[in-house]
């Protein structure tokens, strides 16, 4: 445990550790608190962290990517003529 004095606008310097972090403040009771170091995640990337599987489908494509597990780029005249073959078909 550390003495520190807060300056004159109410603030106080945790240290070095804490510099540049983003962190949550909690008031525990009256005037004890508890500094915990966090990470912001941007709204719009939030969405996916709540579906667990589209989590995990992107971390095994990051782990296949860094294994050296990635499939040839698509082909795209191939594709073209594969959906030319099956708008034929349907008619």
Do not use: C, H
């Not at 109410?10 to 909690?26: H, Q, W, Y």
């Not at 294994?67 to 349907?90: C, F, H, S, T, V």
Request: no cysteine; aromatic share 6%.
């Amino acid at each position: 445990m550390a003495t520190k004095l807060l300056d004159s606008r109410g603030r106080l310097t945790l240290g070095k550790d804490f510099a540049n972090k983003t962190v949550l403040v909690e008031e525990v009771k009256a005037g004890s608190y508890i500094v915990t170091l966090a990470a912001a995640i941007p709204e719009r990337e939030l969405w996916l962290f709540k579906n667990e599987m589209a989590l995990a489908s992107v971390k095994a494509g990051i782990s296949d990517a860094v294994n050296g597990r990635l499939e040839e780029p698509l082909d795209m005249d191939e594709i073209k003529q594969w959906a030319d073959q099956l708008a034929d078909d349907e008619y």
